[in-house]
């Protein structure tokens, strides 16, 4: 039976975010081995636009269904980490990669980004395993994000 319905992926929220995690831990790996200013900037650019990205479905979809569902000082210090980011995204993305603290500032970055991935992805007590033991519908929430992102 055909249909002119848009198909999104059969993927779960929290696979979807991790894979979001797993590509930028890899920009940030490819930033650290390049050798030009040129290769570190498309990088820098590429990361930010890969966090920008990520931060707005977690923001909008995914932290608004883990509201009362996961411990709210965690919920609260997840917004937080990423208005950090945000803040530090904007300046990377405002330098043209002359700035002499580029190079800081992509791995200050970093350094948060691994932080806060910690916190949602720990075993048991982090923000994505609250949210399974909280019964969200993973599945549901994958599919909205999905539609989001390729939309």
């Not at 894979?19 to 650290?32: C, I, N, P, Q, S």
């Not at 700035?99 to 720990?122: Q, T, Y």
Request: aromatic share 4%; with cysteine; proline share 1%.
């Amino acid at each position: 039976m055909a249909t002119t319905e848009k198909s999104t992926p059969n993927v779960d929220a929290i696979a979807l975010l991790k894979a979001d995690h797993r590509t930028v831990e890899g920009l940030f790996a490819k930033y650290e081995a390049a050798t030009t200013r040129a290769q570190k900037r498309t990088l820098a650019t590429q990361i930010c636009t890969e966090l920008t990205i990520h931060t707005w479905l977690e923001e909008d979809i995914f932290y608004q269904a883990c509201k009362g569902v996961v411990d709210a000082a965690l919920h609260d210090e997840a917004h937080v980490e990423h208005d950090a980011a945000k803040l530090m995204i904007a300046e990377i993305a405002r330098d043209s990669g002359e700035d002499r603290f580029h190079d800081a500032k992509v791995m200050v970055l970093k350094e948060e980004i691994a932080h806060h991935v910690g916190e949602e992805e720990s075993a048991g007590v982090g923000l994505f395993a609250q949210a399974k033991k909280g019964g969200l519908d993973l599945a549901e929430l994958g599919a909205r994000m999905a539609e989001e992102k390729s939309g």
